[in-house]
């Protein structure tokens, strides 16, 4: 079976990017059309979510390699919204040739042993209940919580990202604290643990299925991970609308254009509320909105990235 | 609004101890005349799930005060698990008078901003679309990330279980750092987050709707922490199947007989696979075994606490 992160490598050099594109449904701010007669309950927000996350995979498969719908904004609609994201992965792993697209799942998911075994076989891999790609892991109870998903992952071709550093400004007050006895921090201890198993799962793009979320809001701890953790690939998180610029995320990338996928959610998904591209596009025309700022933020990376 | 630890205190002296049911079904483990015929997809194994754990609330709901399904295991059987959750959840918090229950749901949720309140909103409160009075979250995104979990509590009479000390072998790797500049350890700095949410958040039985996780196969760590955190209530995973005995809970208590609730999940529910239950009961009568079994655990806690 192909490994995750070679799909992935392979996926970022065919499209010519590392954009992620962020499904954060937030009924509010749907197109007015989608809105309309169907604030009554979970069930009618739930469909407009689908049609919504499956017009944007329908705009942006043909352009970026990678779709990360974040499970917390489904999960607030009961199981009606855990109905409509099983339908959002699966009509984006549905894209074949040119439109083919990843699935990484904003989960933030795990527990120890035999749970987190659970959660790996109900997320990983496209024959696993859900079907997604990748999901994302929280770290903060050990390296053995790490090992069922890392075996899932190398079963069924999936892979996960592990938190490291993450985007919010509150990140750093665990993340950042000072370890004794070792030269750094807490997210550099996690970094060491991650960057472990990353090696371990290389595949022939070098990096592994193993890989860490990492913000574009601390530029300096960016370039600073990229250097400690040479076989990890990156997500990275706050670019956009957390203020996170192509610069700050240039280092996350290696020579290649390879080792990083950056994620933009409001900023493209919401874009017909937003100049310059409320006033170009309108509600009318959202879709066109959403793919101008798709191509907006593939040249804006692509400008910090003369190596690509 | 009654406060979610107003109530827990509550139902712990009304029941008369500090025992949390782990709802975590394992379709393998299930009585035979739950699997016979189910096997086929993700739907019949839900049903199976939602029949065993509503049964298993009919047995407990008069013994003890609190359920606790892990959401992994639904999780695992997709968008049919996760309609099951919620009629089990739905099915706990239906119990009235004697056999009222409170429901933790064990998530281990957490995002940021936006995204934790969408958990937030999610699960927290019985007019929540999962209608849960409590949720488990993990830490590592920080003191800010907890923020829209406290307002929720407080908004909705509901309470969170911050991960402080979990009890699986290698919790140790990330939560056992020495930090530096600082007395202690990763999760004693993280003890000091929940404390101060929890002091804030107080009701009338003195502790905070903001709780922590601490495992009980670490039991000087639960004394240690039992002292460092006065208004905190803990939800204390690891007894029994995990090695973790009534002598080492029994420092989570206070002299009133609360400040804890003590979980087991597969002691109980899968009793009727173990001696002395197996013989005494057999599967046929699998609901005795779940009834002794959970009377034994409530007779072991109370021996270990004679002041209570």
């Known amino acids: 079976m192909l490994k995750f992160i070679d799909r992935l490598a392979k996926l970022v050099q065919t499209k010519g990017n590392g954009v992620c594109v962020g499904l954060d449904p937030r009924f509010e701010s749907l197109p007015k059309e989608m809105q309309t007669g169907r604030d009554h309950g979970h069930g009618q927000r739930a469909a407009a979510y689908a049609e919504f996350c499956k017009a944007i995979i329908d705009v942006v498969c043909p352009l970026v390699p990678v779709v990360k719908p974040q499970s917390a904004f489904f999960e607030a609609l009961g199981p009606d919204g855990m109905s409509a994201l099983a339908g959002v992965i699966s009509h984006a792993t549905s894209k074949t040739g040119a439109e083919e697209l990843l699935v990484i799942l904003d989960g933030k998911r795990n527990d120890i042993g035999s749970t987190a075994q659970a959660y790996a076989e109900a997320y990983l891999g496209r024959n696993s209940p859900w079907g997604a790609d990748a999901l994302t892991v929280s770290p903060y109870l050990g390296d053995d919580s790490l090992e069922p998903f890392a075996a899932a992952c190398d079963a069924n071709g999936a892979g996960i990202f592990v938190l490291v550093k993450t985007s919010n400004p509150g990140g750093g007050d665990f993340q950042d604290q000072l370890i004794q006895q070792s030269a750094g921090t807490l997210y550099q201890r996690v970094a060491d643990v991650v960057e472990a198993r990353a090696k371990s799962t290389s595949g022939e793009c070098e990096y592994g299925d193993i890989g860490a979320v990492v ?89 910090a990235l003369p190596h690509a």
Chains 1, 2 share one sequence.
């Open 215 to 303: 913000g574009a809001t601390y530029p300096e701890q960016l370039a600073e991970l990229r250097q400690a953790m040479p076989h990890t690939w990156f997500l990275v998180p706050g670019y956009g609308a957390q203020g996170g610029g192509a610069a700050d995320v240039a280092a996350a990338f290696d020579k290649r254009g390879l080792g990083a996928v950056v994620n933009s959610s409001r900023g493209i998904i919401f874009a017909h509320n937003k100049e310059p591209y409320k006033t170009s596009y309108g509600e009318s025309r959202w879709q066109d909105a959403v793919r101008a700022a798709t191509e907006d933020m593939i040249r804006d990376l692509r400008s």
